[in-house]
């Protein structure tokens, strides 16, 4: 009879749990908006911090081995072997003298950067205008002159030029001004006879032809005839030079004179030879001076022109440029200085010290162990995807399966520099020591680390399911006067929230559909 009357007080409670149930959706399909939109989430600006969660498990700590990142000469031994340390004491430091200067002069060369940067933001000054003015009109004054010294620079040319063909080559020849000149000597190669007379009417010609362009020569003659005439002159002097050059062979083909003769001929050459090699190289030196002076005065002109001008937007973010590339210098000297201090990682007791002031100490070389005062530390394994968000000194959210709703704190003091493979995939080991060691814990413990690798204020945020990303690209649809717009972004960090970073494409207070709402 009691068993009865229990079954059936259960059938009249399951009665009434049905009941209720079907009434509080009778009254939620009541007041449910009909038509109503699809849910929106609105775009928020806050916090956002980037975990690495991973898991691993509690071991004993046996030690700690450390060494120097960089090689160096050791030049002080802070703890010998047996001393307790605290994280954070130091343990060896390497000589950083030459390390000191080079951070000086990176110091000082952010100033040199910075006062310039200063400066072009303040403006051209008048007497930096007035300078680079009179720099400008200097080197065109030089440039007037060094043309005003062309016209006697060709007529000193043209000068040698004569005396070496009408003067010294005058006893080669007889009848040396007419179109037939001979050579008054027998040369075995008939050939180079025949060159030399017609390269002797030519010399004349040229001569006769580069007297004439003399004459028109003159103070007032422009830059451009200036120009020219010393273009024309090289090609008179080369004219000139090529009869002379067959003369030499004509006298290596000399046959049937005199010693005392040939060496009279071999004179009158050398000297020719001197006079237009001298010509030429004064022509020369003219031509290139001018190209020179040219180019001097065009860029004082450009300075010019610049200073008055003032500085450009691209000339001040060039040289912000500037002044961050020394303050990155800076900085790396820096971090090289904080390298060359080996400093304990951990609280304990340190068993090897090897290091010794004045030993060398070469990169990745082990020089001292340390036993941690705690008995466990965390292992985990983290994948290559995620090792490069973590480093050491990271702090580190545990939970262990074993306490539920308590959270314990440490931080990340070794990662392992050689990878591990796991079923195929590549992990790095992590070792994370605890803040403070709750006496319950004990070796082999499942533990839940959540690893703070960065954090950004002041970002855009969206929930990762309120995004959609497909072999196009990661996409929002933005929902703007009823109509919606599926639109690119850009993302940044995760938190393990499921919050999102979005870098650009949306802003503040825009509403995108929840495409993950089922």
Request: charged share 15%; proline share 3%; hydrophobic share 45%.
């Amino acid at each position: 009879m009691i068993k009865k009357i229990r079954e059936a007080k259960k059938w009249k409670l399951a009665a009434g749990a049905l009941v209720i149930v079907l009434v509080a959706w009778g009254a939620y399909a009541a007041l449910k908006p009909k038509g109503a939109p699809t849910q929106l989430i609105t775009v928020t600006r806050g916090s956002i911090v980037e975990t690495v969660s991973v898991t691993g498990n509690t071991t004993p700590v046996h030690s700690i081995d450390l060494a120097f990142q960089n090689g160096g000469m050791i030049a002080v031994v802070a703890q010998p072997v047996g001393s307790a340390v605290r994280a954070g004491d130091l343990i060896a430091r390497l000589d950083t003298t030459q390390l000191n200067a080079q951070l000086a002069q990176a110091q000082a060369n952010v100033d040199v950067q910075s006062a310039d940067l200063r400066s072009l933001q303040a403006g051209s000054r008048p007497e930096d205008i007035q300078s680079a003015r009179a720099a400008r009109e200097k080197a065109q004054q030089d440039l007037t002159n060094m043309y005003g010294s062309v016209s006697a620079t060709l007529a000193d040319a043209f000068a040698k030029a004569n005396d070496a063909v009408r003067n010294q080559l005058a006893s080669f020849f007889s009848n040396a001004e007419t179109v037939n000149p001979q050579l008054t000597f027998a040369v075995n190669d008939s050939q180079v006879t025949n060159n030399i007379q017609s390269q002797r009417v030519a010399a004349s010609a040229e001569l006769n032809s580069w007297q004439t362009e003399l004459l028109g020569l003159g103070p007032l003659s422009s830059t451009t005839t200036l120009d020219a005439a010393l273009i024309k002159g090289n090609e008179h002097l080369a004219a000139v030079n090529a009869l002379l050059i067959t003369a030499s062979q004509a006298l290596v083909e000399l046959t049937n004179q005199s010693s005392a003769s040939a060496a009279n001929y071999k004179t009158s050459l050398t000297a020719a030879l001197t006079e237009v090699s001298t010509a030429i190289t004064n022509v020369n030196a003219a031509s290139q001076n001018i190209a020179s002076q040219k180019y001097t005065v065009s860029g004082l002109q450009a300075a010019l022109d610049k200073a008055v001008a003032g500085p450009t937007a691209d000339d001040i973010q060039a040289q912000q440029a500037q002044v961050e590339q020394a303050q990155a210098s800076v900085q790396n000297i820096q971090a090289q200085i904080a390298q060359a201090s080996l400093v304990s990682p951990i609280s304990g007791v340190i068993t090897v010290q090897d290091a010794k002031v004045g030993q060398i100490a070469s990169p990745g070389q082990t020089l001292v162990s340390i036993i941690s005062n705690n008995d466990l530390e965390v292992d985990a394994d983290v994948p290559e995807t995620d090792i490069g968000k973590i480093a050491v000194g990271n702090p580190v959210s545990m939970t262990f399966d074993a306490f539920p709703n308590e959270t314990f704190t440490g931080k990340v003091f070794y990662i392992d520099p050689a990878e591990t493979i796991i079923s195929g995939v590549v992990d790095y080991l992590v070792k994370t020591s605890f803040d403070n060691l709750d006496p319950r814990i004990k070796s082999g413990l499942t533990v839940n680390l959540s690893i703070k690798a960065e954090e950004k204020d002041n970002v855009l945020i969206l929930p990762q399911f309120a995004i959609l990303q497909n072999d196009q690209g990661t996409f929002v649809d933005l929902y703007k006067n009823g109509a919606t717009t599926q639109i690119p972004i850009v993302l940044g960090i995760r938190d393990d929230q499921g919050n999102v970073e979005v870098v650009s494409g949306v802003s503040e207070g825009d509403q995108v559909l929840n495409i993950g709402l089922k």
